[in-house]
Nanobody, 126 residues
């Protein structure tokens, strides 16, 4: 079983930037697609971005395209989400997730991922 731990959340001013990290256990990290999702209180968990096992392919939700960047360092078993030009509506708990299925041309939804981290809170102030 893959274990994922998010870090880097906190309070950020609107228009500012922060970087989230997702650290994974195990020796097969490069086999997995990693996705970032977020969930605001009372709302469903929604897709943010994903990255293919070796980093060659990415998807972004329309709401974050051009502002967020996903990347990975397989040697360190870590995936990053660089968040820039933050908006109040970006406030949510952010989760990283993993699946071992082939990477596709479409992004996968919540129920298509197999492993989840505990989440980290990002709060954007106006």
């Amino acid at each position: 079983q893959v274990q994922l731990v998010e870090s880097g959340g906190g309070l950020v001013q609107a228009g500012g930037s922060t970087r989230l990290s997702c650290a994974a256990s195990g020796r097969t990290f490069s086999m997995y697609t990693i996705g970032w999702f977020r969930q605001a209180p009372g709302k469903e968990r929604e897709f943010v971005a994903d990255i293919s096992p070796y980093g060659g392919n990415k998807h972004y939700a329309d709401t974050v395209k051009g502002r967020f960047t996903i990347s990975r360092d397989n040697a360190k078993n870590t995936v990053f989400l660089q968040m820039s030009s933050l908006k109040v509506e970006d406030t949510a708990v952010y989760y990283c997730s993993a699946h071992g299925r082939p990477y596709g041309t479409r992004w996968f939804n919540v129920d298509e991922y197999d492993y989840w981290g505990q989440g980290t809170q990002v709060t954007v102030s106006s």
